[in-house]
């Protein structure tokens, strides 16, 4: 693969978006079952972008528009092949925390190093922010959750209950800055 660049994204890369293939085949996912937390096999492919494209191209305007942070990867050809993006609303009552709100890769540049810079990059957001930790609603899919429990996120101390809400099926997970 080419070597990858990283760099602010602007209003004007939005729509690159579409250059993404956020395609993943899910085997196994975390599911509560009987107050319990259990993998179980789901054998999914999805296609397309969870919720829709149009979903992720506005949560990305959202966040530049905001002043969050929203970092890009980008192959040598130009092409983006993966995003970051880290909102500059804080909140928590006993910590401080900036939600990770996306992280995305192509599926081709999975494995690669890419999300853990993207990752690493969220995380200096979220300190230049204020805040003490970063706030993950994780996609349920063991790849996502191990993904995430390698670069040492833990199940979230507080639970932000609106984010919460919008997908219960999420692992609510924090990363201590």
Not at 14 to 20: A, K, S, T, Y
Not at 22 to 43: K, M, P, T, Y
Not at 75 to 104: C, E, H, I, M, P
Request: glycine share 10%; charged share 25%.
């Amino acid at each position: 693969m080419s070597e990858i660049t990283y760099r602010s994204l602007t209003l004007r890369d939005v729509e690159r978006l579409q250059d993404i293939d956020a395609s993943q085949h899910i085997g196994s996912a975390w599911r509560d079952i009987n107050g319990e937390r259990l993998l179980v096999v789901i054998d999914y492919h999805d296609p397309d972008w969870p919720n829709g494209f149009a979903d992720h191209r506005q949560r990305l305007q959202a966040t530049i528009e905001g002043g969050g942070a929203a970092i890009g990867a980008f192959a040598s050809s130009g092409r983006l092949v993966g995003f970051v993006t880290v909102n500059l609303q804080l909140f928590g009552a006993k910590n401080t925390y900036a939600l990770l709100d996306q992280l995305f890769i192509s599926a081709e540049y999975r494995r690669q190093g890419v999300g853990r810079q993207l990752f690493a990059l969220a995380a200096a957001a979220g300190k230049r922010f204020g805040a003490d930790r970063l706030y993950i609603a994780a996609g349920s899919a063991e790849e996502t959750v191990a993904f995430y429990r390698a670069l040492g996120c833990v199940d979230a101390v507080e639970i932000n209950g609106s984010i919460f809400e919008e997908d219960p099926r999420d692992l609510q997970l924090e990363y201590v800055l």
